[in-house]
């Protein structure tokens, strides 16, 4: 039997008024609850003992609070929304746009959704099934599509207009969740037909902006006011300072708080009269907010502490190193089917297993082409790698980034290295008959000492599969 259970709140877009957040949490402590999470999608999690899950659930359905219990089957909507005003675009996007939006959503969705100025690198473009990206139209977006289960994405033929992004969701949701394998132009011939929405058609392809992850934390001024980041290093926030957080938000007529895909906060429109009233509250609850820089660029996946322990392991060692980490952010995947955020992905991988118990894991070591997180191409770096071979590798990956980025031209050094690494026609892949692993030539198998643009046929007689140990003989080609 399960000692917690975990109550999800979504939090549409990251934004929660501070007076529905104090009631959460007053029915969280009620129940004994002291520590809450932000999630990777802006929810908010609670851990709650079995003893008291019914009592929070009274709580809860008292208050109208709606959640679910150990289920994510209406996953949260991410909006850039938390970076609005704060980290200035240029952007036509605003604040009015944003809630247009999220208010045209429906609370049921069972697909995830993703709102994004195109010109912000905060929150993460591609991690949900519709994601709505602005477009240099005024007040009309790109919609890029993908399937359940899929990593490709597929563009909207049309730019969507603001007010018809919520009906356009829910039609595509009802078609395509008994139907995952539509096509995109088949999806939309048949909405235009029974529900048309306004639009236009879409233009050139998004250019992926530039990323660059903006220190989050901390007090900082905008226009006319100051907006306040906070980050806690074990992901949980305690709900005595949270609650003391909303009450000075009512007091100081603070309407809205943010949360991050950073499991962080953001207060804005705080005016000055206010502002050692909160560096008041920062004390009294011993909350630091200056945190470095790249200890604020990790995601790992939520309620995960193996992976938070692995993340800590890694800084340090960075931290000692004096590692350059400026333009990258990172992520750590120890579940097969979890997605996280990041340009330097760490994936855990079962080597042996007996039966469903894992004996042996190995860690590979990817990058996004071009470094950009929103890229869906992964790059393999090293694979099957242990423990304690992952800090000086993932040092050596942030030094070979830092040695690309100095170049004039980040985007075309990358293009033009992978070019130049493509396989022949004649050197083709080789897939394990067994487990279905490939050995591909031009990534070659660092973990059994074989570089990169080697050829199968070159490979010693003993070479064996990396996954299951079959003998080279036995690999098929592609």
Request: glycine share 6%; with cysteine.
């Given at each position: 039997?399960?000692?917690?259970?975990?109550?999800?709140?979504?939090?549409?877009?990251?934004?929660?008024?501070?007076?529905?957040?104090?009631?959460?949490?007053?029915?969280?402590?009620?129940?004994?609850?002291?520590?809450?999470?932000?999630?990777?999608?802006?929810?908010?999690?609670?851990?709650?003992?079995?003893?008291?899950?019914?009592?929070?659930?009274?709580?809860?359905?008292?208050?109208?609070?709606?959640?679910?219990?150990?289920?994510?089957?209406?996953?949260?909507?991410?909006?850039?929304?938390?970076?609005?005003?704060?980290?200035?675009?240029?952007?036509?996007?605003?604040?009015?746009?944003?809630?247009?939006?999220?208010?045209?959503?429906?609370?049921?969705?069972?697909?995830?959704?993703?709102?994004?100025?195109?010109?912000?690198?905060?929150?993460?473009?591609?991690?949900?099934?519709?994601?709505?990206?602005?477009?240099?139209?005024?007040?009309?977006?790109?919609?890029?599509?993908?399937?359940?289960?899929?990593?490709?994405?597929?563009?909207?033929?049309?730019?969507?207009?603001?007010?018809?992004?919520?009906?356009?969701?829910?039609?595509?949701?009802?078609?395509?969740?008994?139907?995952?394998?539509?096509?995109?132009?088949?999806?939309?011939?048949?909405?235009?037909?029974?529900?048309?929405?306004?639009?236009?058609?879409?233009?050139?392809?998004?250019?992926?902006?530039?990323?660059?992850?903006?220190?989050?934390?901390?007090?900082?001024?905008?226009?006319?006011?100051?907006?306040?980041?906070?980050?806690?290093?074990?992901?949980?926030?305690?709900?005595?300072?949270?609650?003391?957080?909303?009450?000075?938000?009512?007091?100081?007529?603070?309407?809205?708080?943010?949360?991050?895909?950073?499991?962080?906060?953001?207060?804005?429109?705080?005016?000055?009269?206010?502002?050692?009233?909160?560096?008041?509250?920062?004390?009294?609850?011993?909350?630091?907010?200056?945190?470095?820089?790249?200890?604020?660029?990790?995601?790992?996946?939520?309620?995960?502490?193996?992976?938070?322990?692995?993340?800590?392991?890694?800084?340090?060692?960075?931290?000692?190193?004096?590692?350059?980490?400026?333009?990258?952010?990172?992520?750590?995947?120890?579940?097969?089917?979890?997605?996280?955020?990041?340009?330097?992905l760490i994936k855990k991988r079962v080597k042996f297993s007996f039966g469903s118990f894992p004996l042996l894991s190995v860690y590979d070591l990817y990058h996004?082409?071009?470094?950009?997180?929103?890229?869906?191409?992964?790059?393999?770096?090293?694979?099957?790698?242990?423990?304690?071979?992952?800090?000086?590798?993932?040092?050596?990956?942030?030094?070979?980034?830092?040695?690309?980025?100095?170049?004039?031209?980040?985007?075309?050094?990358?293009?033009?290295?992978?070019?130049?690494?493509?396989?022949?026609?004649?050197?083709?892949?080789?897939?394990?008959?067994?487990?279905?692993?490939?050995?591909?030539?031009?990534?070659?198998?660092?973990?059994?000492?074989?570089?990169?643009?080697?050829?199968?046929?070159?490979?010693?007689?003993?070479?064996?599969?990396?996954?299951?140990?079959?003998?080279?003989?036995?690999?098929?080609?592609?």
């Amino acid at each position: 039997m399960r000692d917690y259970f975990i109550f999800k709140v979504n939090l549409t877009g990251g934004i929660v008024s501070p007076g529905t957040l104090y009631i959460i949490l007053k029915s969280a402590w009620k129940v004994g609850v002291r520590h809450v999470r932000f999630g990777s999608r802006q929810e908010l999690f609670i851990s709650v003992h079995n003893d008291e899950v019914r009592l929070l659930e009274k709580e809860f359905i008292s208050q109208g609070i709606i959640y679910e219990l150990n289920t994510d089957r209406q996953p949260n909507v991410i909006s850039s929304y938390c970076g609005e005003e704060v980290f200035r675009t240029g952007q036509w996007l605003g604040p009015q746009e944003y809630h247009t939006i999220l208010d045209s959503l429906e609370p049921t969705h069972r697909l995830k959704i993703n709102i994004s100025d195109s010109n912000q690198s905060f929150t993460p473009f591609f991690t949900g099934h519709l994601n709505f990206i602005s477009s240099p139209i005024p007040h009309y977006w790109y919609l890029y599509v993908r399937g359940q289960k899929q990593n490709t994405i597929t563009k909207w033929p049309e730019f969507v207009y603001t007010n018809h992004i919520g009906q356009l969701a829910m039609e595509i949701e009802k078609r395509l969740l008994p139907h995952p394998t539509i096509s995109v132009a088949a999806l939309n011939d048949l909405i235009q037909q029974t529900r048309p929405y306004i639009s236009l058609p879409a233009g050139p392809d998004l250019q992926l902006p530039v990323f660059s992850l903006p220190y989050y934390e901390g007090f900082n001024r905008y226009e006319s006011r100051t907006w306040l980041g906070l980050y806690q290093r074990n992901e949980q926030f305690s709900i005595a300072f949270l609650m003391d957080l909303c009450d000075l938000c009512l007091r100081s007529r603070v309407g809205e708080l943010c949360t991050t895909p950073w499991r962080s906060l953001i207060i804005k429109g705080i005016a000055d009269e206010f502002r050692a009233q909160w560096s008041d509250i920062l004390a009294k609850h011993q909350i630091n907010v200056r945190h470095t820089a790249s200890e604020l660029a990790w995601q790992t996946e939520d309620h995960n502490p193996e992976a938070t322990a692995l993340k800590k392991r890694l800084l340090r060692y960075m931290d000692q190193q004096d590692t350059r980490t400026f333009g990258l952010c990172f992520g750590i995947q120890t579940r097969p089917k979890s997605e996280v955020f990041g340009s330097v992905l760490i994936k855990k991988r079962v080597k042996f297993s007996f039966g469903s118990f894992p004996l042996l894991s190995v860690y590979d070591l990817y990058h996004t082409e071009h470094f950009n997180p929103n890229s869906r191409t992964l790059i393999p770096f090293e694979k099957g790698l242990f423990k304690a071979q992952l800090p000086s590798q993932v040092e050596r990956l942030c030094r070979r980034y830092n040695r690309t980025r100095g170049s004039k031209d980040l985007t075309g050094t990358l293009l033009e290295t992978v070019e130049n690494q493509r396989p022949t026609p004649q050197d083709p892949s080789y897939q394990c008959p067994h487990c279905l692993s490939r050995y591909d030539p031009l990534y070659g198998d660092p973990s059994q000492g074989i570089t990169k643009e080697t050829p199968f046929a070159n490979l010693p007689e003993a070479y064996r599969c990396a996954v299951c140990d079959s003998p080279k003989s036995e690999m098929i080609p592609l």
